[in-house]
Nanobody, 122 residues
Framework: QVQLVESGGGLVQAGGSLRLSCAAS????????MGWFRQALGKEREFVAA????????AYADSVKGRFTISRDNAKNTVYLQMNSLKPEDTAVYYC???????????????WGQGTQVTVSS
């Protein structure tokens, strides 16, 4: 059974940084696509970033390019989202997702975490 557990959310001032973690278990993820999504109150879930577990390919939403970085630690089976220069519009619940393969940018993931709240104050 695949489990994804996010952590690292919180309240931060505009311009600050946070690092989200997604601890993955229950599979060998070497061929998986790992993604981060977010959903602001009253809005649809949107793609933020994704990577192949091998680390060879990454993709970012235009709104976070240059500010957010997705990475992973193989030894800890954990995927990270480093978020710098945060803006109030980054406020959302952030979700980690995993899928056995396919395109890098997509919404169809088999497994989702429970989400972690990120609030950026102005």
């Amino acid at each position: 059974q695949v489990q994804l557990v996010e952590s690292g959310g919180g309240l931060v001032q505009a311009g600050g940084s946070l690092r989200l973690s997604c601890a993955a278990s229950g599979r060998t993820f070497s061929r998986y696509i790992m993604g981060w999504f977010r959903q602001a109150l009253g809005k649809e879930r949107e793609f933020v970033a994704a990577m192949t577990w091998s680390g060879g390919n990454t993709a970012y939403a235009d709104s976070v390019k240059g500010r957010f970085t997705i990475s992973r630690d193989n030894a800890k089976n954990t995927v990270y989202l480093q978020m710098n220069s945060l803006k109030p519009e980054d406020t959302a619940v952030y979700y980690c997702a995993a899928d056995p393969g396919g395109r890098l940018i997509k919404y169809e993931y088999d497994y989702w975490g429970q989400g972690t709240q990120v609030t950026v104050s102005s």
